[in-house]
């Protein structure tokens, strides 16, 4: 497949190497800040092929793209899924530089080997709590123990695991200082997440917003916390602990945005590239893969992308207000 070949940088020169990439946006759990119990799912024709994602795949690294992340809803119940991480893998080392994904570790047990035989040196497992029952109120799934087989199984598969943890005022608020222990007890990171003003969730999310400033003050008071030097091209900002001798991120789109960076864009299961997580602005993608002139129209869509980005979201959390797009992230990609 051949587009231009120039890199993308968009209109405040921010050069753009990461794509996270929605296989789907199905997941087998309901997590209550992400969707509702009864999420009405795309219908499978408007998804793009396993082909579809390649291709798009190989027209990103064509432009500049070195880092690929597979999203969801959740990557591993999407069939044959492992069947598109090898063909991706296969870039490795000839314009991409690293291939991950993120997951709610379900499905971990059965995928691990064969996601690091594919190339992948590193995922992130979405864990927001430790306790059983508070898992199955979060996720409406009574699934922890089989996401706990899942992580060990891709310790054991040579994976390197980071822990992606949604901070919940008055539910996981206390069990943060456990959960960062039991990561760095196990070699693993761990990021802390604000929650994400995106999609329906039938419940109010100012009741359980968490502003990570106030979380890092009591973290602080506990341990020692040096700022790090480490990057994984994220939007995390990383800190060493003295005391478990691990290793802690901070992801905070509402109280410390990191717009002025931003190095990514999303592209939808359903092929739409959303320039920016908390904006409207977007380009059909898969209209132009299944057009009869696909690299034309695919090059000239990826121009558009840089043209639209904006230059910061406009992310709030106050009672009764609306989200900040209607989409829920199953479909944007987490």
């Given at each position: 497949?051949s587009c231009s ?5 968009d ?20 997590c ?6 009864r ?38 119940v ?16 000839d ?71 949604v ?12 959960l ?28 359980h917003?968490?502003?990570?400033p106030?979380v ?5 008071k ?14 995390s ?5 003295a ?12 109280t ?9 864009i999303?592209?939808?299961a359903?092929?739409?590239?959303y320039a920016?997580?908390?904006?409207a602005?977007?380009?059909d993608?898969?209209?132009a893969l299944r ?9 000239d ?6 043209r ?13 207000a ?13």
């Amino acid at each position: 497949m051949s587009c231009s070949t120039g890199p993308l940088v968009d209109a405040f020169n921010r050069r753009i190497s990461y794509l996270r990439l929605s296989v789907t946006d199905r997941c087998d759990l309901r997590c209550t800040y992400c969707m509702p119990e009864r999420m009405q799912f795309l219908p499978r024709k408007e998804v793009l092929s396993l082909e579809e994602l390649h291709k798009l795949s190989l027209a990103f690294i064509e432009r500049g793209i070195t880092k690929i992340r597979l999203t969801g809803g959740e990557p591993l119940v999407r069939r044959d899924v492992i069947e598109l991480v090898r063909a991706i893998g296969r870039k490795l080392g000839d314009g991409l530089d690293e291939l991950t994904l993120t997951t709610n570790g379900t499905q971990l047990e059965q995928f691990a080997k064969d996601l690091a035989a594919a190339g992948v040196k590193r995922i992130n497992v979405s864990l927001d709590t430790m306790d059983s029952g508070l898992f199955e109120k979060l996720s409406r799934r009574d699934r922890l123990n089989r996401v706990l087989r899942g992580i060990a199984a891709a310790r054991d598969a040579g994976l390197k695991v980071k822990l992606n943890t949604v901070a919940l005022k008055g539910l996981n608020e206390e069990e943060i200082p456990f959960l960062v222990e039991w990561a760095h007890r196990h070699g693993h990171d761990i990021t802390l997440i604000e929650t994400m003003p995106l999609g329906d969730v039938e419940e109010d999310r100012v009741d359980h917003y968490l502003p990570l400033p106030a979380v890092q003050d009591a973290l602080e008071k506990r341990w020692t916390l040096t700022a790090s030097d480490y990057a994984t091209g994220g939007p995390s900002r990383y800190f060493d602990i003295a005391e478990t001798g691990g290793r802690i991120g901070f992801i905070t789109p509402l109280t410390n945005n990191f717009c002025a960076s931003c190095n990514r864009i999303r592209v939808t299961a359903t092929g739409q590239l959303y320039a920016c997580l908390g904006g409207a602005e977007k380009v059909d993608l898969r209209a132009a893969l299944r057009s009869e002139t696909p690299d034309e129209l695919l090059a000239d869509a990826l121009d558009e992308a840089m043209r639209i980005k904006p230059e910061r979201h406009h992310f709030r959390i106050e009672r009764g207000a609306a989200p900040a797009q209607p989409r829920h992230m199953s479909l944007t990609g987490g």
